[in-house]
């Protein structure tokens, strides 16, 4: 008799049990639209330019246009907020005009407008919301990446080791880092200390949290001291923020070099970029479902939107 009593009851405890978690448990995080991730990140399309299929895609057109994207990338983890590359900033004219020996502007160009990250965060209050950016986490050093930095005076500035070398000694043009943006004295600097844990087959790398959320990595050849991102959203995805490793994910995907006469300007070392790439393309086929993100590759970043739209 016990027993059928016990299971009489049994619906009528569930629903007890039911109503008390409604009303004891804390509301789950992040479920109205709007609310910001937890982890997560924003595109801030800072300036793009059309160029020739062919540059970026192997066996492209060449006589289709596609956006090249100049994109800053907004990473939030809990609290704080990170910038991986600048993109182009509010000095940007002067800074080319310095620094881009005339006879190579046909050929490396951004287009207007430029909304510099700096721009796109105060329209929306984010400074006035008492949020800032801690640090500044660079790809590499590159004009077209480092364009930003004197906007973010407040900000830490963390590179590569390696990179470092091209900090102290900048150069001029296409695949220069440029005097103009990362000369200043007031810069603060700090060389990332990448341990020897291995990460998705990177010997090193960095987890900047300790909870494996956001992961760096070397991957030098673009430039010595090129680093790649790996960040966990909320939803679990995996994005894989590449830098210049690669322009586009076609490229990786055909495990195509850069198009010679670029590679020859703008990659530090072509073969040690080329094995960067296979290394890529052999990490997209062990997992399929990582999201890798090119910092020019408007056919991964347009389906993905752009800030104040969050990535999840
Ligand atoms: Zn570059």
Do not use: C
Not at 124 to 153: C, E, M, N, Y
């Amino acid at each position: 008799m016990r027993l059928r009593a016990f299971f009489l009851n049994l619906p009528h405890l569930l629903i007890l049990g039911w109503l008390s978690l409604l009303l004891l448990s804390p509301r789950p995080a992040a479920a109205a639209a709007g609310e910001l991730p937890e982890f997560g990140f924003a595109i801030l399309k800072t300036s793009r330019v059309a160029v020739r299929e062919a540059l970026l895609v192997p066996g492209g057109s060449l006589s289709k246009e596609i956006d090249s994207n100049f994109s800053a990338f907004l990473i939030k983890h809990r609290d704080e907020y990170l910038l991986f590359d600048t993109g182009m900033g509010r000095q940007i004219d002067a800074q080319y005009h310095a620094d881009m020996p005339r006879p190579w502007r046909p050929f490396f160009k951004y287009e207007a407008p430029v909304r510099p990250a700096r721009d796109q965060l105060e329209q929306v209050g984010f400074f006035a919301q008492h949020k800032t950016i801690s640090r500044v986490i660079l790809s590499h050093s590159h004009w077209d990446h480092a364009g930003g930095l004197l906007d973010f005076p407040e900000a830490k500035v963390l590179v590569s080791p390696a990179e470092m070398g091209l900090v102290r000694q900048p150069t001029r043009g296409p695949g220069g880092s440029w005097a103009s943006q990362i000369g200043s004295a007031a810069i603060a600097w700090e060389a990332l200390q990448f341990k020897d844990q291995a990460y998705k087959g990177y010997t090193q790398s960095l987890d900047l949290f300790g909870d494996g959320r956001v992961v760096l990595v070397p991957m030098p050849g673009h430039t010595p001291g090129s680093i790649g991102l790996f960040l966990t959203v909320d939803s679990g995805q995996v994005y894989f923020f590449i830098g210049d490793v690669a322009w586009t994910v076609a490229a990786v995907k055909a495990g195509a070099p850069k198009f010679w006469a670029a590679s020859a300007l703008v990659d530090a070392h072509a073969e040690q970029t080329q094995r960067a790439v296979a290394q890529l393309r052999d990490l997209l086929r062990q997992e399929p479902g990582l999201v890798l993100v090119p910092a020019h590759d408007s056919a991964v970043q347009d389906p993905l939107g752009y800030f104040p739209n969050w990535v999840r």
